[in-house]
């Protein structure tokens, strides 16, 4: 078969042939691969720089995509951590890892779609029960799993929406999905922790795509401008993109009842989010929630690494 290929983490994968997978374990089954998506955690995948990364090279990164079973069917799949992965005419999927998909469904709309989407969907849904009406700052919201958070908090009945993103006219489109406030994070550093203050302080969520500096900003602005502190604040972690650290200072927990937690592989269980995902393939093929997909070849794998997205919270799909 052909694949996309890592054999040294300082270079992106290249279309190679390789070997055909086999399946060996009792639940392990080979499928033929319609569509994987490009998403970040792909990308850090096939750096060897994600928390669940080894160093066992070859790889062939990809880690969820669309595929046909032998007898016809369409699922789509979620790979355990392997090194045979989805960027690949073949691989090897566990059946307890799959939903089954009606013919009709759009196999690059899916891929593209799941993996940002159940960032949201888990965390509000899973990581914490959230309940109609509360209110959600959702920090890096220009993102494909950003922009679809806005959408998963509306459809479930989010409250006021808040969002926080560089850049005043991609914060404006989000308008149209569900977002009721923003915050523009590419003004001065005042200006954005007096826009935390007067347009976040009342919030109960925060879904946090960005961590880093941007966090160290916006958590004292938000808690100290809240108007009643002992009200719980949920502080999820979600994705790291402007930086894996933040210093937190000891009065912000002492000052406010924020309860921090994470939601991603390991902190939610995976039997926790394969029971969540047949309700997510369905609200997406029904037309709930939209993403803006980009369909490249895989055998362009190599080009395409290289390229920076065209427009913020575009995801590429490639297709063997
Ligand atoms: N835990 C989970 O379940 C889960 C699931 C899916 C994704 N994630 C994680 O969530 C994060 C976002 O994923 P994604 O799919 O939305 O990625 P994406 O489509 O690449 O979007 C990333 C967004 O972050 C923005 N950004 C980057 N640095 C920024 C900064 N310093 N300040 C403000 N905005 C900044 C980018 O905007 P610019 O154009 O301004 O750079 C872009 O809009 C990633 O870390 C991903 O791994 C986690």
New binding site residues.
């Given amino acids: 078969m052909h694949a996309a290929v890592v054999r040294d983490w300082a270079t992106p994968p290249r279309y190679e042939v390789f070997a055909d997978p086999t399946a060996l374990g009792e639940h392990e089954e080979v499928v033929e691969v319609l569509a994987s998506g490009l ?3 792909v990308r ?1 995948q096939a750096a060897g720089s994600h928390y669940t990364s080894t160093d066992t090279l070859p790889l062939i990164p990809g880690i969820d995509g669309v595929g046909r079973r032998a007898d016809g069917t369409l699922v789509y799949f979620v790979l355990p951590d392997t090194n045979l992965g989805a960027l690949a005419e073949q691989t090897v999927v566990d059946a307890r890892r799959l939903v089954t998909l009606p013919a009709s469904s759009d196999p690059v709309l899916l891929a593209a779609a799941m ?2 989407a ?2 949201s969907w ?2 509000l849904r899973d990581r914490l029960s959230f309940t109609a009406g509360e209110s959600v700052l959702i ?10 958070a806005v959408q998963v908090a509306k459809h479930l009945g989010a409250g006021e929406i808040v969002v ?4 005043q006219a ?1 914060l404006d489109l989000l308008r149209a999905l569900g977002a009721d406030r923003t915050i523009d ?2 003004g001065p550093l005042e200006q954005v922790a007096a826009d935390y203050a007067a347009r976040a302080a009342e919030v109960d969520v925060v879904l946090d ?2 961590w ?3 966090t160290e900003l916006a958590l004292p602005a938000l808690l100290q401008a809240r108007r009643d502190r002992g009200r719980l604040l949920s502080w999820i ?7 894996p650290d933040i210093a937190l200072p000891s009065a912000a927990l002492r000052q406010a009842n924020v309860h921090f937690l ?4 390991g ?2 269980s995976t039997a926790g989010i394969l029971a969540s995902l047949p309700a997510l393939v369905e609200e997406l093929s029904r037309g709930s929630f939209v993403i803006d997909a980009v369909t490249r070849p895989l055998r362009d794998v190599e080009a395409v690494w290289g390229e920076r ?1 065209q427009s ?4 590429i799909v490639l297709v063997p």
């Fill in positions: 998403h970040p955690r850090s993996n940002p159940m960032s888990i965390a920090m890096g919201a220009t993102g494909s799993a950003g922009q679809l926080a993103g560089r850049g991609r994070l590419a795509y960005l880093g500096p941007p972690e979600i994705g790291s993109v402007a930086g994470g939601s991603g592989q902190s939610a997205s913020s919270g575009e995801r």
